[in-house]
């Protein structure tokens, strides 16, 4: 069994940073930083379902970012593996949303349903 969960959302006001965290846990023979190839952030409003933000791959080499968010956001991976951070800077209340951070194990990228394993999600607000 497979689980990640976020932490690292909560309330911010506009012009500040968060710091995302998504930790990978799992059960049996699965080891994550073997079996995981990418990692990714994404993000939904009642708006918008799913945006993709950012993805690094079991290097640590982050290879897709959002045109949306790359001048703001940095997505990094720790040494072992299995923590996935999303640095959030200069936040605007546009940023308002739950994040999700995702794990594939097959292929990677933008496309949410190349991701089998989510989390629970983490809301960001940020206050004008």
């Known amino acids: 069994q497979v689980k990640l969960v976020e932490s690292g959302g909560g309330l911010v006001q506009a012009g500040g940073s968060l710091r995302l965290s998504c930790t990978v846990t799992?059960?049996?023979?699965?080891?994550?930083?073997?079996?995981?190839?990418?990692m990714g952030w994404f993000r939904q409003t009642p708006e918008i379902a799913r945006e993709f933000l950012a993805a690094i791959d079991q290097s640590g080499s982050p290879k897709d970012m959002s045109d949306a968010v790359k001048d703001r956001f940095a997505i990094s991976r720790d040494n072992a593996g299995n923590t996935v951070h999303l640095q959030m800077n200069v936040l605007n209340p546009e940023d308002t949303a739950i994040y999700y951070c995702?794990?594939?194990?097959?292929?990677?990228?933008?496309?949410?349903?190349?991701?089998?394993?989510w989390g629970r999600g983490t809301q960001v607000t940020v206050s004008s």
């Open positions: 995702a794990a594939a194990t097959l292929i990677g990228g933008t496309n949410w349903a190349d991701y089998e394993y």
């Open positions: 799992s059960s049996g023979s699965f080891v994550p930083n073997r079996f995981i190839y990418y």
